[in-house]
Each structure stands twice: as structure tokens, then as C-alpha cells.
């Protein structure tokens, strides 16, 4: 008779006894050599002429570090590429005893799947990630998830306040390998919750956000990107009352202050992924239109978590 409380108790075991780079990696890996000129690349007794600016290894997992060997007509390169702990180790955390498992053995650890060269480049380094080339074209979405501001609404005084939620949309275009424009439309909040959620609120609030349209040239270092502009933006400010109804009739007028401005951005950017990019962004304001006072300082700060398609390439090495 089938016993049930002996295939839990075996299950158990089982799970406890496992680990996640075991049963998750393979003994081999795949990894693919990026180059930006037809090459010979050279990984330990292995040589692959280059397909398309390719080359594909099947490696063995290992803690040593692997040197990759460049051959062009022109230029001999060395890169040393260190490996590192797969995620499927850090997956242990859901099953403490395989850390212990996992701690000895090759599966623990991985070289990057991905592995860019500048074949023209003395300089030894790669990257995780694909050089942008000149004439690309990024489809730009982000989460400016946080913010922070500082308005001016006429006749209220400094009002200050802190929220979440944003969304923007924008493009980038390179016009060299190393800087782009961006144009991009955002709209900004402080809401007190890190999700839209209905609330109910039992007193009087102020309610903050912000429209904009933004114009500004980028520079990259690597996996740094700073960037210097103009923008336009629309600031709302509302201070709603809590009892402004009774009986379905209005007993007291919520206050709305909104002026179009007139400012900078600047924003810097760490890429930590392929087509992912986290930082921060500072938009302050001078001119205000349609008012007495035009010249009024205000800001926001965000902090923006984006993500980058291409849409277009140009695929020509020789403008890296």
C-alpha cells in the first residue's frame, strides 16, 4: 500500500538535499563573442572565424578566469574574463542547506552569456552589453518612480512633497557612437503609495504633479550616460479638502494652481543591463508664462528606472 506520509517525508528530503545550480546549470555553457570587425576569436584550444561579427563556445563552468584571444589582419588582443556566481546559486535562498550544496561545485558559477569587442580597440576590456553605433534609434520607456518636488503656486508659498508613480516615453538617436539626442514626453506624481491603489483619505491633502516635454544631448562612458537639455512643463498644485460635499452640494472650493515653465534637465544613467538602465534626473524651472512674476524657481528630482528597445540600426563597424 502506497504510504503517504513516507513520500512526504521522501519529497522533503529530496528538496532539502537539492540545490538550485545543480539541477539548474549545466555542466557547459553557451557564450557568444561579439566583435565589431571580421575576426578569429581563440578560447582555449578552440579557434572560430567569426560569422556576421560572431563566434559561439560551448565552455566549461569553472571559478578560473578564461583569456579570449582577437585576431584581426590589423590587431592581436588579449581579454581576460573573469567567471562569476550564477543567479541560480543566489536562488538558494528559498532552500538554505543548497548554498551548502552549491558552495564546491563548477555549476555554482558562469562566465557572461554575452561578451562585446572593439576589434580596433588596444585597449583590453569588453562589455556585457552592445555598443550603441552611430545612426541607432532607441524606443525610450521609463519609470521615474520617485520624485521629488519643490513648486512656487501663485499666491500659496514654497510647497514641497515626495511621491511615487511616473511614466515617460521617448526616443534616442545617435548621431555618433558615443552621444545621442533624446525627446521624450513624462508625466510625474507624488502619489504617498508606491502603487495607484484606491484610498480613501479622512483629511485635507495637497496633491502635486507635473507634465513635460524634454530636449536634451547625451554623452555615454561605457555604462555611464550624462545628459544636458531644455524642458517644458506643466506644474499642478491642488489642495483638496476632506468635508468640500455635503449633500451632494460643494460647501467649499478645492484651490488648483498650474503655470506652464520653462527649464533645464539633466539626467545620468548607469546601464546594468542590456536594455536596462537605472538614474536619476534633475529638472529645474525659471520662466513661468501667463503670470506677473515670471521668473520663479521650482524642480524635480526623480529617480528613473528605464528600459531601451532598438528599432533601428545601423550595423556598419567601422562608425564604433
Known sequence: MFNLRYAQS???ICTLLSSCATIFNNRHQ??????????????????????????????????EAIEIISVTDSLTKKIKVK???????YSNVFNGPGFIIDLYSPKRHEYPAEIFLNSTDTISKFT???????????????FPHFNIFKLRPDGQGVKASAGFFGASLGLDYYYASKRFVN???????????????????IH???????????LSNNHRIDAFSVGYGLA???NNWRYLYHNSYNDGKVTKDDILRSNNSLGFIFSSY????????????????FYRFNTDNHFKYEHLISLDIATKLRIMKKRKAKDL
Open 10 to 12: 521522501s519529497l522533503l
Open 128 to 142: 556585457r552589453y552592445r555598443p550603441p553605433l552611430k545612426g541607432d534609434v532607441f524606443l525610450n520607456g521609463s
Open 232 to 234: 517644458f512643463a506643466r
Open 270 to 285: 548607469l546601464q546594468t543591463r542590456t536594455n536596462f538602465s537605472i538614474g536619476m534626473l534633475y529638472r529645474p524651472t
Open 183 to 201: 525627446i521624450s514626453g513624462s508625466a510625474v506624481m507624488d502619489l504617498f503609495i508606491p502603487i495607484p491603489a484606491p484610498v480613501r483619505f
Open 204 to 214: 485635507d491633502r495637497q496633491m502635486i504633479n507635473s507634465l513635460y516635454a524634454s
Open 30 to 63: 553557451r557564450i557568444t563573442v561579439n566583435t565589431t570587425e571580421p575576426s578569429t576569436i581563440i578560447i582555449k584550444d578552440d579557434t572560430v572565424l567569426t560569422s556576421k561579427n560572431m563566434a559561439q563556445f560551448r565552455l566549461r563552468r569553472s571559478k
Open 83 to 89: 567567471s562569476r556566481t550564477s543567479s541560480a546559486y
